[in-house]
């Protein structure tokens, strides 16, 4: 069974540093990886994807590793703004293109 | 270009009553999957489905929760004799065609609360 860990589970930054959010899988047979962005209330919001073969992916701010041999990705947010205040979620596929999420980490990005 | 749409949105059940939750996905997209995120936990896989098939059921919980993907119309979860362990918010999302690659594209989600 796919099991993913998100630590930690919440995080509060000053404005203009840099975030570190941790991911971990315990079945490394994945097809790949994705990052997501929930706002309270809404859906949510693919940030990137990475497939099994990759080993990260970038997107203006963001930036996502995968090592897929230890389990684990990382998502970067460089120069974090008031506007990055979300949950982030981290999704494995696997199996029959099913998604197995962590519970997410809380961002609190403080002005 | 619509997203995957919702409704309802929200929707307030009593217990025993019947729930069904309607899904509209991206234009073109074969492909729904349906997950349900309980209060304090992360979102939980329940069916994927084509176009008048169910590929993978194996989230569903056995009793009262069925869903379908006919070939004309919305998805639709449908949940029977509710009860308050089924308050939660259920997303959908949709996808072009199998394949691993694909991303999915989630609805807003529909938030359930049974009293």
């Known amino acids: 069974k796919q099991e993913v860990t998100q630590i930690p589970a919440a995080l509060s930054v000053p404005e203009g540093e840099n975030l570190v959010l941790n991911c971990s899988f315990t079945d490394s047979a994945i097809y790949n990886l994705q990052w997501f962005r929930q706002d309270p209330g809404k859906g949510l919001t693919s940030l990137l994807l990475?497939?099994?073969?990759?080993r990260e992916q970038t997107s203006g701010r963001l930036n996502a590793s995968l090592d897929k041999s230890s389990g684990r990705s990382t998502l970067y947010i460089a120069a974090s703004q008031p506007g990055d205040s979300a949950t982030y979620l981290c999704a494995v596929v696997y199996g029959n293109n099913r998604l197995a999420f962590g519970k997410g980490n809380q961002v609190v990005v403080i002005p | 270009n619509a997203g995957v749409m919702q409704n309802p949105r929200h929707l307030v059940r009593r217990r025993g009553q019947e729930a069904r939750l309607r899904c509209s996905p991206v234009?073109?997209?074969?492909?729904v999957y349906w997950y349900r995120q309980l209060p304090e936990e992360g979102l939980k896989f329940m069916v994927y489905?084509?176009?008048?098939?169910?590929?993978?059921e194996s989230g569903m919980p056995k009793e009262r929760f069925s869903a379908e993907f006919p070939k004309e119309g919305p998805s639709i979860l449908r949940i029977q004799q509710v009860v308050r362990g089924d308050s939660a918010a259920y997303f959908c999302?949709?996808?072009?065609?199998?394949?691993?690659?694909?991303?999915?594209?989630f609805g807003p989600g529909t938030r359930l609360l049974v009293l």
């Open positions: 999302a949709s996808s072009p065609q199998q394949g691993a690659q694909e991303t999915q594209y």
């Open positions: 990475i497939q099994s073969s990759q």
């Open positions: 489905l084509q176009k008048e098939n169910i590929i993978d």
């Open positions: 234009k073109g997209h074969s492909h």
